[in-house]
């Protein structure tokens, strides 16, 4: 079984920086895919990153270019830095895992989420 746990929200102001990760533990074997989602009041989830186990990486037009995801110490954490932040990037953020593919609707483990407040 795989396990995910977030860590790194908080507050901060429009303009500023947050560094999210993702505590990975159990059985990685049949990974193929680790992403980053968010959920806004109100709004349905988003993916805001994805990383596949070629490294290959893919973000919606609207965090392209300030969000990075990357994976470290042999998929044991990913993680998704975040910069140039704007109010409308508040949200709760969820690690994700897929055994299938890429795609926004393969995720199928989830982390418990982590609140990111940005003021403007």
């Known amino acids: 079984v795989l396990q995910l746990v977030e860590s790194g929200g908080g507050s901060v102001q429009a303009g500023g920086s947050l560094r999210l990760s993702c505590a990975l533990s159990g059985n990685t074997n049949r990974l193929r895919c680790m992403g980053w989602f968010r959920q806004a009041p109100g709004k349905e989830r988003e993916g805001v990153a994805s990383i596949n186990t070629d490294d290959a990486t893919s973000y919606p037009d609207s965090v392209k270019g300030r969000f990075t995801i990357s994976q470290e110490n042999g998929w044991n954490t990913v993680s998704l830095q975040m910069n140039s932040l704007k109010p409308e990037d508040t949200a709760v953020y969820y690690c994700?895992?897929?055994?299938?593919?890429?795609?926004?609707?393969?995720?199928?483990?989830w982390g418990q989420g982590t609140q990111v407040i940005v003021s403007s």
């Open positions: 994700a895992a897929s055994m299938r593919a890429c795609r926004w609707s393969d995720f199928g483990v």
